[in-house]
């Protein structure tokens, strides 16, 4: 392991793939931080081009065991303590800074794939907050999900997005686009029909098909799906209440629905 100090460009880039997402896409690389997601991006195949250790974590069982699982080709670097904590999006590093290899699939391919499985895609439009849509890409890879599409919202390259997604962004294709009308015109192309969540005035979530080729939408936490978006998917649902609240967080609804996926796959 080769020790760097804490002025190194290499650091300097590492803060920069943090914060800004241009980084990210330019470099085609994502951070992952941690051990814990580290091990996890590892056991999904994610390829790891370095890992930077803070050096009073070099012995702990956890950092000593994911270092092992490293081929050769990856550089590993030592630095000084408090270093990553500074460069990192986590308030504490837990020791280990990865730069990992990940870009956003295609869309036309995800479109396509979807129609012929058949399968279910997991939309998210406009979702705001990094933790759910680390918690949503959970769900969905744990559901069975083919592939999940961000349209606005938290980038999915996130720090934040990667930790809340236990390493589940390595599991799945994500794609990413910024307006809706073509997303899901290449869905409906693909012959993928889309269902929205909506609070009020859709139909009950579980009387509606799902076993066919999918796309489940999810709406912005406090404004829900655009108005506009609604009439022109091809069916709406609702989770009904038995108690006094109005609706559910979107992390929550959208676990529902791709559990709801995939209880009706298990049955056919």
Do not use: H
């Not at 499985?117 to 083919?146: C, E, H, I, K």
């Amino acid at each position: 392991m080769r020790p760097l100090s804490a002025r190194n460009p290499r650091i300097q880039r590492l803060a920069r793939l943090a914060r800004r997402p241009g980084e990210r896409a330019e470099q085609r690389a994502l951070l992952v931080e941690g051990p814990t997601v580290l091990a996890a991006a590892l056991d999904l195949g994610a390829v790891v081009r370095d890992v930077f250790v803070d050096e009073a974590a070099v012995d702990r069982p956890a950092v000593a065991s994911v270092l092992d699982r490293l081929g050769p080709d990856v550089d590993r670097w030592s630095v000084p303590t408090g270093v990553l904590d500074r460069v990192g999006d986590a308030s504490t590093s837990q020791g280990t800074l990865a730069v990992v290899d990940w870009a956003p699939a295609d869309l036309d391919g995800v479109a396509a794939a979807a129609g012929t499985a058949p399968a279910f895609v997991l939309v998210l439009v406009d979702v705001g907050d990094p933790g759910n849509v680390g918690t949503l890409l959970r769900a969905a890879v744990a559901a069975g999900a083919s592939s999940v599409l961000t349209i606005g919202g938290a980038d999915p390259s996130g720090p934040k997005v990667v930790r809340a997604s236990a390493g589940a962004l390595f599991a799945v294709p994500v794609a990413v686009a910024d307006d809706p009308a073509p997303a899901f015109g290449a869905l409906a192309a693909a012959g993928v029909r889309s269902v929205g969540a909506v609070v009020r005035d859709g139909r009950p979530y579980d009387d509606c098909d799902l076993t066919g080729p999918v796309a489940v939408v999810v709406g912005n936490e406090a404004r829900g799906l655009p108005p506009e978006l609604v009439p022109t998917l091809d069916d709406a649902v609702t989770i009904p209440m038995a108690g006094p609240t109005e609706s559910l967080n979107v992390a929550m609804a959208g676990t529902v629905l791709c559990f709801e996926v995939l209880r009706q796959r298990r049955r056919t």
